[in-house]
Each structure stands twice: as structure tokens, then as C-alpha cells.
């Protein structure tokens, strides 16, 4: 590893750890202005104060501001969470824990299909620029990433499972199922295919479907674009202009040629998509009622449950810092040119 | 990678000015419009679609009261009734002993009036009530015992025996049925035939699903456009700025922004929402937050690339004035793509005030607003298509326009700007 390539990711790396704090202080005290009062929405109005002052001890919540603050911080350095304020006061950690492996259940085929369909229309359309094709894929995917995810998914939940009943309206599995299923992972696609339980992995890939099809197709709006501007940028350099003056077929050249350089830096702007991809997530978990890591923040955000809310915005924001932070130490390590 | 899109000045243009541009030099406005057309193919369609698009969406927005026909927040008519579909009358059935009775005759507290469970016949009922009550004098309150059946010959048996004292029914599922009891006859209209439906059908509180969405355009349009320019009076300054300056505050500034910028905006939106609580203002303010990174990004980075150029370092020899050389000659040089970015933002700013609403962190309940009709709707999914579709479409059709008018915009002004 050159000297300068070790520089470059060591201030990248530590780029990453200020840009997490800054939007877990952002939310910390955010949260903290809210109107709203945990205690009051976990006891109930009719619960004396006297109660309610004891309760917010036990919890911490009587401590000065500052001292809150850096408990939280430091909790994060720690990666333990503390416990949430509310519907039973569990480890934030197990809470997380439960939801998250529905998300990943919901983004991993999501963004894989926004992979494929992206890569492959985007080279289209650029390979054609400015011929009718092209124009009649850009605006597919203006009006792609133009409909609100949660409409396009209470759309598909209107053809496909009310009028034509095929795939399940909402959830993760059958709920008669459900109350033999067990999933220790709480992946259930892995689990069912562990236990070789076919009827609830069938039940679970038919409920994912839906789902991720909508997350897929709505990031793929934006994506499509992204590629083609890359691969337009692409085919105009030297070697394709070499290439297609030694008489190389015009389709090896994008699909092979250009494509194959074209490719990390599609996968980094793949990675850029991950923030959007979190909060489509929200929205597709909302309108298939899947308990992610999505629903469980628009819901404690409800409840003013600061501690659980705080965290999972932590987990988001390491989540996304991690994404960009690996896109562009893979970029640096294929691109010699990128350096600090 | 950003940094290196950002940074390359745009490529050298052939040096070459071709015939369509000299042209462009002789001719007055509209024409220059129509001759470019043939130079920009696809995208100067494009932004012709999309502008008379918005065109029709402003004027929509601009005076919704010509085009709505009903009030969008009153009940106008029967609840869910499907687009086009006329409501349908109701009639009271009654024996044919009790005379030429009406509902005023019946409606009292001691008699009952049946009807089948679910049909809108109890609406039609309620209505008819209400009515009678909203006319008649102090005092006098019409409130009928009201009686549920599960089929239509369950109802009229009662009726026959004496246990009801009338029976609320559509007339086309009575007509052959009632001879089957010759005790019985229909009385009275209840409510009758309207000639016309709403064009988009009813909501489940019986207001049309139409005018609310006329009415949403002008609250979609306020929060797009007002997040979008408070965005933009924010974030294209502090880019100027920070680009301009340099150094320590400009190293702070873009920190942050990168951090706003990285994470996912929706829920950052809804963090933000759910502070300020339900509220136009509000989710201005919410949405408006988002979007200032991308301002200040694609500005700042403008100011790097510009601030090296000849023409300004030639204006610093001379002893501009920083603030001029800042407004005069650096300011207009960020002018397309600040276009490019308005345009595309309030696309998605509209997008984004419908998926806070749709969560609940919206505006007050009850607002003509598409997100909201569409949270409603999300529980009636199963049978009225109706309720959802149309303010999808609409927040779709909206969205659509602004953005395919940045992007075309961007594909003609600035080939070179990949940045959302």
C-alpha cells in the first residue's frame, strides 16, 4: 500500500466519525425541544407526578442535559444503546435487533434490482443518446422516481393481492404460520431455508415480493439516470474512440468495454443510493405493515421515546457513514488517481 | 468522485461556433425558442410538456374554486360511492294500512325503521333525518330506532309482522320482490335519484374525492415552492460564502452539510416535523432543511472551479470590491444550475410533504392534502380503489412536471451536472 493511498483512507476514516456525531448531536437535541413527554405517553394522564418524578429518575431523564448527552455518547462508543423509554423498557440493542433483520430482508433484493435494472437500461439508454429510446427510458425513470413509493406500493397492493389475489397484502409470513415458525435470526427467509421448512420460505419470499419490488423500482428512477450520465461520460473517452476505429461491435463496446470501467463508480453511486434506499424503507415498511427498523422509528418517534429514537438514527447514520465510507475506499483502491 | 465532477471546469466547446447558434444572434425571442428546438431534440419537448403542465397545475393551485365543484372539507354525498355512480334513491316501505306515511310520521323515538346492515340505505336514513330535524321547530327531534337485518326478506318479513313500522330500501332491488307481500307498499321517497355522481366518487366521510384534490394542488404548490425558495435563500448564499472565503468556516460548513447531505432526508424530515408539531409553517420549515446541502453543495463547488478564472482575478487586480466581485461575477455563473436545482426541489419537496403526511407528521388532519387523502385511504384499500389513485396521480403528476423540467433544463443548460 503506497504512502499516499494510506493517507487518503486514514483521513477518511476519520472524516466519517465527525459526520456521525454531528447528526447523532443534531438529533439528540432535536429530540429533546419535542413538546411531547415520554413518561406521560408511556403512564398515561391519570398517573400522579409524584410517579411520574420517580419513574424519570429511574430512567435518568431528571439529569442536566450535558450529563444525558455524554452518557448517550458514550453509550454509542460502546455500541450498547441503553434501554428504551417506553413499551417495556427493553435493550434497545434486542429492539434493533428483532426489526433490523426485517429491513435488510426488504433492501438486500431491493437494491439488487436497482442494480440490474439501473445498470443495464442506463448503458441502454446511453449506448442510444438522443435517439427516441433514450428519451422514452428518461422519462420512465422521471416518472419512476417521480411516484411516492407508498403509492406505488398500495398501487401494486390494489392489482396483485385485492383484485387479482396472488401475493399477500401485507406482513412477513402467513400469521397462521407464524405461531409455529420459529426464527432465531429473525431472517426468516435464512431460517426457513435452515430448517428446511419450505411452506413458511415459500410464505415469506411471497410476502418479500411486493416489497421489494416497489423499493427497487422507485430507487431505480434515480439510479437509471445516474448510469446513463456515467456511461455517456464513458463512451466518450479515448479507448472507446480507439475501440470502435479497430471495427469492435458497438454493443461489445458499451456492454463489455465501457460498462466494465463504468462499474465502480456505478457501485459507489450505488452506495450513495443507500440513504435513499433507508428512507424508502420507511415508507415501504408503513404501507406493507413490516416490522423494520423503519416502522419502529416512525413509531417511537410517536411515543417521544428518546433513547430508542436517538439509537436507531445512530444506526442509520453508522449505517450510511459505513456504506460511503467502504464505496470510497474501494474506489480509491481501483482509481490511483484519488488521493488526498 | 464528487469532488472531481465538481471541480472540472465544463469541457472546451468545438471551437467552431455552429450555424444554428449564429443564427440564434439574429433573431428575436420566441423564434430563438423555436429554432433551438431543433438543436435540443427530446429535452426542449420535454420542457415544453412539462411547462405547460405547470401551467395548468398554477392555475389549478391559483384558483382551485373554479375548477372544484364541491366544498372540499363538507360531506357532500353518501360515503365511498364509487367514481361516476350516481346515489341512488331510497324509498320507505310501509303497510299499506298505516296510510300515506312519511318519515315525519315514523320518525319518532317509539317507532322503528328497519334496513339492511351495510347498505348506504342508513345514510340515505340519517340524512333524511337530519332533514327533518334542521326543519323542524324548537324542540321537536326526530330520532326513529333504527333496525339491521342481514337480507332484504329477513326486513320486509319483520315489517309484515308488524315489528317495524318501515323499511328503508333502494327501489331497483324492491321491485320484484314486493309482490311477494301484499300487505306492503312503498310510501314515500326518502331520498331521490340525484342526476349526476362525483366525477372521482366519495371518500368514507362523503366528500368528493375531486375537489379535494383540487384543493391539495394550492396546498402541494405553497409547501413546494415556499420550502424550496427558503432552501435556496439559505443554501446559496452560505455556498457563495464558503466557497468564496475559504479556510476554517468553510471547512466547518461543508462538514456539516456533507452530513445533512449523507443522511437519509425523509427522516431527518420527519425528526424535524415531528418537533415542530402539525402545521403548514412547519413543514416548510422541515422540508426546507433537506435540501439546503444540495444547494450549497453544487454552489460551492461552482465558486472553486470560478474563482480561479482570468476574468476574476483580473477584477481582484483591479480592486473590486469583494462583495461585488462576489455578486457581479461569481453570483451569475451559479444562476443555471440554482435553476436546475429549484426546479428538481420542488418536485421533491412535494414528494417528500406527502410522505411525512402519509406517516401522520403532516399537516392538521382533515386538510385537503394528497398525502393525507391517501393515509385515509391506505385503510379502505380493499374496496375503494378510488380514494387512492387519484391523489397519487396528482402528487405523480405534479412531481413529474417540476422534475422533468430540471432535468431537461440541466440536459440543455449544464450537460456536465450529475448532482440530484
Known sequence: ?340 | MKKDIENNPTQAQSSETPDWLLDLDKVGFIRRIFLARKWYGGDWWFVAISAVLLLFIIIVGVFPQWFAPYDPSAEVGPSLLEPGVAPSSYVLVAPIEAGEITLVDIGDKSNNIGFIIGSPASQALREATDTLNDAAPEGVRYQPRQMRYETLAEGLDALAAGEIDGFVAAPDVLENVLDGYPTLRIANTLREDASKGFVMGTNQIGQDVFSRIIWGTRIALIVGLSSAIVSLVIGVPLGLISGFTGGPLDRILTLIMDSLYSFPGLILAISIAAVLGAGIGNIIVSIAVLYIPTYYRIVRGQTLAVKKELYVEAARSLGTSKLKILTKYIFPNVIPSVVIIFSVNVGDAILTEAGLSFLGFGLPPNTPDWGIDLARGQDYVRRAWWLITYPGLMVTMVTLSFSMLGESLSEILNPKLTER
Request: glycine residues 6%.
Open chain 1, 1 to 340: 500500500m503506497s504512502n499516499s493511498l494510506r493517507r487518503y483512507l486514514i483521513t477518511r476514516v476519520l472524516m466519517t466519525i465527525p459526520m456521525v456525531l454531528i447528526l447523532v448531536t443534531i438529533i439528540f437535541f432535536i429530540m429533546r425541544v419535542l413538546p411531547g413527554d415520554p413518561i406521560r405517553s408511556q403512564l398515561g394522564p391519570r398517573v400522579s407526578e409524584e410517579q411520574a418524578d420517580a419513574l424519570r429518575e429511574r430512567l435518568g431523564l431528571n439529569r442536566p442535559l450535558i450529563i444525558q448527552y455524554v452518557d448517550f455518547i458514550g453509550d454509542m462508543l460502546t455500541f450498547d444503546f441503553g434501554t428504551a423509554l417506553t413499551q417495556g423498557e427493553r435493550p434497545i440493542k434486542d429492539e434493533l435487533g428483532e426489526r433490523l433483520p426485517a429491513t435488510i430482508e426488504l433492501t438486500i433484493p431491493a437494491i439488487t434490482l436497482t442494480a440490474i435494472i439501473g445498470i443495464f437500461t442506463g448503458a441502454y439508454a446511453a449506448k442510444n443518446r438522443k435517439k427516441p429510446i433514450d428519451y422514452i427510458i428518461r422519462l420512465l425513470s422521471i416518472i419512476l422516481s417521480s411516484i411516492p413509493i407508498f403509492f406505488m406500493g398500495l398501487v401494486f397492493q390494489i392489482l396483485v393481492s385485492v383484485r387479482v389475489p396472488i401475493f399477500p397484502l401485507s406482513g412477513r409470513m402467513d400469521t397462521l404460520m407464524l405461531t409455529t415458525f420459529e426464527s432465531p435470526t429473525n431472517f426468516y427467509v435464512v431460517d426457513a431455508l435452515i430448517t428446511r421448512n419450505w411452506p413458511a420460505l415459500w410464505s415469506a419470499i411471497m410476502h418479500l415480493i411486493l416489497p421489494s419490488v416497489t423499493l427497487g423500482l422507485a430507487l431505480s428512477g434515480v439510479f437509471v439516470r445516474l448510469t446513463r450520465v456515467n456511461m455517456i461520460e464513458m463512451l466518450q473517452s479515448d479507448f472507446i474512440t480507439a475501440g470502435r476505429a479497430r471495427g469492435i461491435a458497438e454493443n461489445k463496446l458499451v456492454f463489455k468495454h465501457a460498462l466494465r470501467n463504468t462499474f465502480i463508480p456505478i457501485l459507489t453511486l450505488l452506495g450513495l443510493q443507500f440513504a435513499i434506499l433507508l428512507a424508502g424503507a420507511v415508507l415501504t415498511e408503513t404501507t406493507f405493515s413490516l416490522p423494520g427498523v423503519g416502522r419502529y422509528l416512525v413509531d417511537r418517534i410517536q411515543l417521544r421515546d428518546y433513547t430508542a429514537v436517538q439509537s436507531t438514527i445512530a444506526v442509520f447514520a453508522m449505517f450510511v457513514a459505513a456504506i460511503s465510507l467502504l464505496m470510497d475506499i474501494l474506489y480509491a483502491f481501483v482509481d490511483p488517481r484519488i488521493r488526498y
